[in-house]
Nanobody, 116 residues
Framework: VQLVESGGGLVQPGGSLRLSCAAS????????MAWYRQAPGKERELVAR???????NYADSVKGRFTISRDNTKTTVYLQMNSLKPEDPAVYYC???????????WGQGTQVTVSS
């Protein structure tokens, strides 16, 4: 499965961004797509994931601010990020897996920067 992210950029604290990820290739009818992020010097963090059935969960650090969703074709996943904080900047990666806990395809990443 190939994944292409878009939507990263620079935003002021308190602002919003929406990331998109388009999947192509051999996509299973039952799958999970997710967003990870990694900031310099920090461990990679699972930000949010969503199953093909619509089940979603979030890291505590983003609950109430970020929303993950999928389009009707289930091949594009979005991450709506609101109320961005100085601790949110990172490279955000879209991932795909055929199971809830395992991901075997990664996108190239998109940079999110929060700065005034």
């Amino acid at each position: 499965v190939q994944l292409v992210e878009s939507g990263g950029g620079l935003v002021q604290p308190g602002g919003s961004l929406r990331l998109s990820c388009a999947a192509s290739g051999s996509i299973s009818s039952i799958n999970t797509m997710a967003w990870y992020r990694q900031a310099p010097g920090k461990e990679r963090e699972l930000v949010a994931r969503i199953s093909s059935g619509g089940l979603a969960n979030y890291a505590d650090s983003v609950k109430g601010r970020f929303t993950i969703s999928r389009d009707n074709t289930k091949t594009t996943v979005y991450l709506q990020m609101n109320s961005l904080k100085p601790e949110d900047p990172a490279v955000y990666y879209c991932v795909y897996g055929s199971q809830w806990h395992n991901f075997d395809s990664w996108g190239q990443g998109t940079q999110v920067t929060v700065s005034s």
